[in-house]
């Protein structure tokens, strides 16, 4: 099956700075690329839709100035979270449809820890 | 809108009995189900689908699920649990694989040997 990549793994950040989250299709193509956050032991929450080439589409309550989500490439989208602060702490997880658009791909996620 | 709900956040069976986990959804166009499986710190894994077609989905792992329609039910079920089946499990909902999901909050199995 297809394969999406997310680097890095984990990142530890001291609150004020600047994290960027990657997110690659490995063998295909994506249009289009889903972010979503899990705080811990809780559900997988959308956090916002990475279009190639076009703008993000963010969900009610999330900070388009904060999230910044650029999708540069048919294969990676990264998510910056600006000027972090310790309830940016989370799992952050992509995902990107398949090929047949009847499933998604999921990336390993980002554990970030911002002190 | 879409929405999943997950009867039990936590389930406990035995090793070698029944697995069955719990997952009904609302959906106002022909739904799209997922079930996925979340080992700790790591991803989500594709357990088993249902689009279109046979409601009875195999999947990985001896796990099956069956779509109900009449019940709007996809419920989890595994004959005989195995230890390495401990783990977070997740239901979501789409109108495709092109949009996003929604989840279920999740059910925590645990195997008692």
């Known amino acids: 099956g297809a394969v999406v990549s997310q680097h890095p793994s984990r990142v530890i950040c001291k609150s004020g700075t600047s994290v960027k989250i990657e997110c690659r299709s490995l063998?295909?193509?994506?249009?289009?690329m889903f972010w979503y956050r899990q705080f811990p032991k809780q559900s997988l929450m959308l956090m916002a839709t990475s279009n190639e080439g076009s703008k993000a589409t963010y969900e009610q309550g999330v900070e388009k100035d904060k999230f910044l989500i650029n999708h540069a490439s048919l294969t990676l989208s990264t998510l910056t979270v600006t000027s972090a602060h310790p309830e940016d702490s989370s799992f952050y997880i992509c995902s990107a449809p398949g090929q047949g658009y009847d499933e998604q791909f999921f990336g390993p996620g980002t554990r970030l820890t911002v002190l | 809108a879409q929405s999943v709900t997950q009867l039990g956040s936590h389930v406990s069976v035995s090793e070698g009995a029944l697995v069955l986990l719990r997952c009904n959804y609302s959906?106002?166009?022909?739904?799209?189900l997922f079930w996925y499986v979340q080992y700790p710190n790591q991803g989500l894994q594709l357990l088993l689908k249902?689009?279109?077609?046979?409601?009875l989905v195999k999947g990985i792992n001896g796990f099956e699920a069956e779509f109900k329609k009449s019940e709007t039910s996809f419920h989890l079920t595994k004959p005989s649990a195995h230890m390495s089946d401990a783990a977070e499990y997740f239901c979501?909902?789409?109108?495709?694989?092109?949009?996003?999901?929604?989840f279920g909050k999740g059910t925590r199995l645990s195997v008692i040997a």
């Open positions: 959906s106002s166009v022909p739904p799209y």
């Open positions: 063998d295909f193509q994506a249009t289009t």
């Open positions: 979501a909902v789409g109108d495709s694989g092109n949009t996003p999901l929604v």
């Open positions: 249902y689009t279109t077609g046979a409601t």
